[in-house]
């Protein structure tokens, strides 16, 4: 694999209501392959140290490149913070690879929330890709999953399944309260298939007692959540 480095750094000087002011283009995330034209930049403006927004999904280019590139813009796409994940994969089983692109769209201490995008490649005859729904972790958590709380005890209901998780055997100093879902999430593809993951918290999003575990397929219009699993986190050692 021939491997070179990314630099890019483009400056504009924009004019709004007479004022200008430059704006920096960055390569925020980028996949080199073996041929040019699968080549993957994703570019986007810095709105400071860490947050860029204003993204284009560049597909194609580099040392070889000899046109033909594949350009994709987004200008409402948000990154907050810490680069944003690129993968491209095949996860709808026709044979294509799809461009995938996580964003992280809240991001603090203990919290780190994620928004999914998803290009599918397409063939018709030429070569090309198509921004396609996904259901979000939070609307696929509501729809598939039911958590309450009895006493010191959480549970997790998904379809048949009961899943139940003692809360004093984790440690925390914080009292037993309704559980909540979110904070810290994550987007990966993974052997052809989409997962989404979302933590299980009590009271704070540092009590975490275990994560959702969401699996996506594509039914010819969007990804949707077909199924999902709960995780328990270990339990502490007593002291």
């Known amino acids: 694999m021939r491997k070179f480095f990314i630099g890019l750094i483009i400056t504009f000087l924009v004019c ?3 004022k200008a002011y430059a704006v920096q283009r960055v390569v925020t995330s980028h996949i080199i392959s073996d041929v040019w034209y699968e080549n993957i930049f994703l570019i986007a403006d810095k709105v400071d140290s860490m947050a860029t927004k204003n993204f284009t999904v560049q597909i194609g280019g580099g040392v070889d490149s000899v046109g033909g590139e594949l350009f ?7 990154n907050d913070k810490f680069a944003p994940k690129l993968f491209y994969e095949d996860i709808n089983s026709d044979g294509l690879k799809d461009v995938i692109v996580a964003l992280i769209s809240g991001a603090g201490s203990g919290i780190s929330t994620k928004e999914i995008h998803v290009l599918n490649q397409v063939h018709d005859p030429y070569r090309r890709y ?3 729904p996904v259901e979000s972790l939070n609307a696929a958590v509501k729809r598939l999953v039911k958590i309450e709380q009895k006493g010191n005890e959480i549970t997790a209901l998904i379809g048949k399944k009961k899943y139940v998780v003692d809360y004093t055997k984790f440690g925390y100093q914080t009292p037993v309260d309704h559980p909540g879902v979110g904070a810290i999430e994550n987007y ?5 298939i989409l997962y989404g993951t979302t933590n299980v918290f009590v009271t704070i999003p540092e009590a975490y007692i275990g ?3 969401v699996r996506y397929a594509w039914d010819g219009k969007m ?3 077909e199924s999902a699993v709960f995780e328990a986190n270990p339990y502490k050692a007593s002291s």
């Open 130 to 132: 198509e921004k396609v």
């Open 188 to 192: 990966e593809p993974k052997d052809g």
């Open 223 to 225: 990804y949707k959540a």
């Open 72 to 78: 994709y813009n987004f200008p409402n796409w948000y």
């Open 211 to 213: 994560s959702i575990k």
């Open 16 to 18: 709004h209501t007479g």
